[in-house]
């Protein structure tokens, strides 16, 4: 899970950083995204694509992340900013904001998927980085760990939808509450516009 951290450190960088998002496919709340830096040579065989492991073992290794990476930033993409310039472009900025937000800058960057990131530092895409890199599998359980927990909170503030449960994702209660009561503000209004199914009123609540 540490070759691509290797090749990195063999072609001469220092300090590396693996990147990936949670929450692309949600119909509500924010994506997050996450950059961790780990010391040269680390591993885990624990740490693992998050969608892999179940959410007590994501608790788990949130924490011993925390304590073994150099760095971890977050970034956060909200809704609003989701509807206005789409969801890829938002899980692209909330990446950048990621790593802006760690507390030792990378000289190279491991990232999740097809794209690079808008920063001045050699990258590279991997997709399924987060089966490949440690660092990015990484960055995955913080981000997912993170979205959870905002979701959690969105839950007090609007337990008819269950966000505690279904954290947003599409699933046959969350769609049959969306066509009986409508959307609340934390709703991708975006995913939603072109669906007759669902109510499309949009409730304020507070």
């Not at 760690?102 to 097809?114: C, E």
């Not at 505690?164 to 699933?171: A, D, E, P, S």
Request: with cysteine; net charge positive; proline share 3%.
């Amino acid at each position: 899970m540490n070759t691509f951290e290797k090749l990195a450190y063999g072609e001469g960088y220092r300090c590396v950083a693996g990147v990936d998002e949670a929450g692309r496919g949600p119909l509500a709340g924010p994506v997050v995204a996450a950059a961790v830096i780990f010391p040269p040579a680390y591993q885990n065989s624990e740490i693992n694509d998050s969608k892999k492991l179940t959410a007590r073992k994501r608790n788990e290794l949130y924490k011993v992340i925390s304590e073994e990476a150099i760095a971890v930033g977050v970034g956060v993409a909200e809704v609003a900013v989701i509807d206005r310039i789409n969801i890829l472009r938002a899980s692209l900025q909330a990446m950048r904001e990621a790593v802006l937000d760690l507390s030792m800058v990378p000289d190279f960057i491991l990232i999740d998927g097809l794209y690079t990131l808008a920063v001045n530092t050699p990258q590279k895409a991997l997709v399924r980085g987060d089966a490949l890199s440690v660092s990015i599998a990484a960055a995955s359980i913080i981000a997912k760990v993170s979205r959870d927990r905002i979701m959690e909170m969105y839950h007090r503030q609007f337990p008819q939808y269950n966000f505690l449960q279904n954290k947003g994702y599409g699933t046959a209660e969350h769609r049959k509450i969306l066509q009986e009561i409508g959307m609340c503000k934390i709703h991708r209004r975006s995913f939603h516009l072109k669906n007759k199914d669902i109510h499309q009123t949009v409730l304020d609540w507070s």
